[in-house]
């Protein structure tokens, strides 16, 4: 009953409510004057599966207005009212519809006050199909979700030239039964989070995307396990970006472009000027080009070796500080000595050829074996502060002169003297007159290993730090009495002897 003029829907219902096409299944009326639908205006058709009311001039649609058919499945309503200004909230009442045609109506789904969001497909649930190609979709992403919550099972949905700008969050993720998806035509540039938009479709095999304002496809565009399950996928008559960022696209269409639709005479450059008109499939920059040696990747490795350079020094200067005094004092005696400015002293100068750093325990050794070989054998004069400290003076100011008159220091180091507190002291008292005149002037001499567990920090720098004599009875006692003698008369500012003998 197309293009009859029609101005209202014909009566379909005779005499106490028998039907004259009691076996109708599909009906057009198409091209019609008819404006107006009401409850009752498709009464009597019990059988009615498909109907088409498309170009009619139903400028509302009114509630229940397709209710009384409880066989229908498709409803066609393309280019109605010209255009279709309301919907009233329950105007799609059918819980047997399963194909909807609301195409090239121009109806504003960005107007609230036009239709219910909350309401307008609530009452066809099963709905299967849905197309709203050239409407007015909202681009308010809450009003986006609203209308299609309720639609749970759609399988096709097209909304192919709904001026689109942005694609909608949490809206197509909730139709896990989605087939196919037509967002083509719109005014769609670009996307974040894809998963928020893509993701969960995993019925979707088709998806369309032509003819938008796409310029850059990258890995984050779509979701991986979106593309692994696409079978067709339109991307075509985009103003695509011939530049780096295109790489991944460009080299996953390389090596398999099967799925896109008019590939490749369809994925044309349009920027920059001068790869305009290029085919996408031509487009073939260089590893070199996309990725240039950046100078800030210079600055920032040099700057990196200076931080770790510094962090380097400054570790080994924190823990090496008394040697690099110590060797910073040499330099400056060196450098004065050199210059003529500091004499060269002697052991003829010092009324003691040393003074000895002992411990209590060790005196033993030191008055039987040391002094009678030093003293009674070779006619040295020593220091030892049993016998030559002046009572009533404070050990501290007997230390300090009788370091003073000793031309060399001698360190008795045992365990003993290891755990000994005053002996610590008296090292680091040593150590200053080091620093002062060299390494030279102090001859440490170990009578036994030293236990890790009693090696302070002083002691371990003093041993570090000066060539040490190693004390041993039997073969290896007259090499050691020959270097402690050498050691003990070597000139100042010359390596001692007893750097030889350390190592015997």
């Given at each position: ?31 019609n004057?008819i ?7 498709f ?42 200004r ?9 819980s047997?519809?399963?194909t909807l045609?609301?195409?090239?109506s ?24 849905l197309d ?20 749970r099972?759609?399988?096709?949905l ?20 989605l087939q ?6 719109n ?51 985009n103003p695509?970006s ?29 920027h920059?000027?001068?790869m ?104 040295l ?20 002169n ?7 220091v ?13 002996c ?25 290993t ?44 010359h390596?001692p ?8």
């Amino acid at each position: 009953m197309s293009s009859n003029l029609l101005p209202k829907v014909p009566t379909f219902c005779g005499r106490n409510g028998t039907s004259y096409f009691p076996n109708l299944d599909t009906m057009k009326l198409s091209y019609n004057n008819i404006g107006f639908l009401g409850p009752k205006s498709f009464r009597c058709l019990q059988r009615l599966s498909t109907l088409y009311l498309d170009y009619t001039n139903i400028g509302k649609l009114q509630d229940n207005g397709f209710a009384c058919l409880p066989s229908l499945q498709k409803l066609h309503l393309h280019s109605i009212g010209n255009p279709l200004r309301v919907i009233t909230q329950n105007a799609f009442n059918s819980s047997s519809l399963e194909t909807l045609t609301l195409k090239g109506s121009n109806f504003r789904f960005d107007k609230n006050d036009r239709y219910n969001a909350n309401t307008i497909f609530a009452s066809c649930p099963n709905l299967m199909n849905l197309d709203l190609t050239d409407n007015y979709m909202p681009s308010d992403h809450t009003t986006f979700l609203a209308i299609f919550r309720p639609l749970r099972k759609l399988k096709k949905l097209s909304l192919t030239s709904t001026k689109i700008l942005n694609l909608p969050t949490n809206v197509f993720t909730n139709m896990k039964l989605l087939q196919k998806l037509h967002l083509n035509e719109n005014g769609i540039n670009s996307w974040n989070n894809s998963y928020r938009i893509f993701g969960n479709m995993t019925s979707l095999k088709y998806l369309n995307l032509r003819h938008n304002h796409i310029s850059v496809i990258n890995e984050t565009s779509f979701p991986d396990d979106l593309l692994s399950r696409l079978e067709t996928l339109n991307l075509a008559r985009n103003p695509f970006s011939c530049i780096c960022d295109q790489m991944w696209f460009r080299n996953r269409i390389q090596k398999n472009h099967s799925i896109l639709k008019e590939y490749p005479n369809g994925y044309k450059c349009r920027h920059p000027n001068n790869m305009n008109g290029v085919l996408l499939r031509d487009y073939k920059p260089t590893e070199k080009m996309c990725n240039p040696w950046n100078p800030l990747y210079t600055m920032a490795i040099v700057m990196g070796i200076v931080v770790l350079l510094f962090i380097i020094v400054g570790s080994i200067a924190v823990k090496c500080q008394d040697n690099i005094k110590n060797y910073i004092y040499l330099l400056r005696v060196y450098h004065n000595r050199k210059q003529g400015y500091i004499p060269l002293e002697s052991e003829e100068d010092y009324e003691y050829h040393a003074f000895v750093v002992y411990c209590d325990n060790d005196r033993k050794w030191v008055h039987n074996d040391l002094l009678n070989k030093l003293e009674n054998e070779e006619g040295l004069q020593l220091c030892i502060h049993h016998r030559n400290f002046i009572v009533g003076d404070s050990i501290t100011t007997n230390v300090d002169n009788f370091l003073k008159k000793s031309w060399k220091v001698l360190v008795i180091v045992s365990n003993n003297f290891a755990q000994s507190e005053w002996c610590q002291w008296e090292v680091d008292v040593v150590q200053e007159r080091r620093r002062r005149q060299g390494k030279e002037v102090i001859v440490p001499i170990i009578l036994e290993t030293i236990d890790s567990k009693h090696m302070t920090s002083q002691l371990r720098t003093l041993l570090d730090s000066t060539p040490s004599l190693r004390y041993r009875s039997g073969v290896g006692t007259e090499l050691f009495w020959k270097g402690l003698l050498e050691s003990l008369r070597k000139p100042l500012g010359h390596p001692p002897t007893s750097l030889l003998y350390s190592r015997i």
